[in-house]
């Protein structure tokens, strides 16, 4: 904060705004993130968590 | 032309007040830093960026999860993905950064002493915004808002996937039709598209001298 006009609280909140719009532009990719750690795939009702897409990728053994 | 019209004043509704933000109230040392942090979503393809769109608009998607585990909704938005709804989210998603960083630049071309002597005086925020940093910004806003919106019309990728009936662009009928081997329509598509790219700048130019975006690194 640059000047004594300004209130704590209203820097603050423009932090937040600022913050904010930077997660909601990453958002969709944390979403696919959570979505790729999920057993049974997108739109599921059950969340199982597994690497299993991810070890099909870089196989762990041979 | 009009969901990239909208785009465009959204994308500044939301972006600039983030650079002013930035310029204003943020040491100099860190400006670049967060405007660094804009920079983020293009680590990530378009492609897959475009495309993780999917799974958050559509009827199963996080908005609607969320919305209706708040209580908002009732059932599901099916009005969001395949519209040009979709195309517009997408596409304020995809070039919002563009108008963080060129209201970054121009907002450079407003000098801070502006700042505080408006503060000194009691100026109320909105005639600071609208008789100081306006005028003074506006080749730079006019340059963010020519980029978005030029992009907007021309990227084919977003209507191909966020988009539906009624949700097209140029880009999207000139590759169709290079696809369909209608290379003179994919080619009068295009000239409309430079043409209007070239007027814009113009018009833009006449009214903003465009090269004052450059007067504060010379």
């Known amino acids: 904060m640059s000047d004594d006009y300004t209130s704590i609280w ?7 705004y600022t913050l904010l719009v930077v997660f909601t532009l990453m958002l969709p990719v944390f979403y696919v993130m959570y979505i790729s750690f999920n057993k049974n795939g997108f739109g599921a009702r059950d969340y199982v968590f597994t690497l299993e897409w991810y070890g099909n990728i870089f ?4 | 032309m009009m969901h990239s019209s909208v785009s465009v004043v959204i994308s500044f509704i939301v972006g600039f007040p983030i650079a002013v933000f930035v310029r204003r109230r943020i040491p100099q040392i860190a400006q670049h830093r967060v405007i660094l942090l804009f920079i983020l979503p293009f680590m990530v393809s378009e492609v897959i960026r475009i495309f993780s769109l999917r799974p958050v608009l559509q009827r199963t998607g996080l908005v609607n999860t969320v919305l209706l585990k708040m209580g908002v909704i009732t059932e599901p938005i099916t009005a969001i993905l395949y519209t040009p ?4 989210i997408g596409e304020v998603m995809s070039f919002l950064p563009f108008i963080v960083f060129a209201g970054f630049l121009a907002m450079e071309a407003v000098p801070k002493h502006i700042f505080e002597i408006c503060d000194d005086l009691g100026a109320p925020r909105h005639r600071v ?16 808002g020519v980029f978005i919106f030029v992009n907007s019309l ?3 990728l977003l209507p191909n996937i966020l988009g539906g009936p009624g949700a097209v662009n140029a880009g999207l009928i000139a590759t169709q039709a290079i696809a369909a081997l209608d290379f003179p329509l ?3 598509v295009s000239a409309i598209m430079m043409t209007t790219l070239l007027g ?6 006449r009214l903003f001298d465009l090269t004052r975006i450059l007067s504060p690194i010379n």
């Open chain 1, 10 to 16: 209203s820097y603050r909140l423009k932090w937040l």
């Open chain 1, 59 to 62: 196989p762990i053994c041979c």
């Open chain 2, 85 to 88: 709804l979709g195309v517009i």
């Open chain 2, 129 to 144: 915004f609208i008789d100081i940093i306006l005028p003074l910004a506006a080749p730079g806003i006019f340059a963010g």
């Open chain 2, 154 to 156: 021309g990227v084919a």
């Open chain 2, 186 to 188: 994919a080619m009068a």
């Open chain 2, 200 to 205: 814009l700048l113009y018009i833009g130019h």
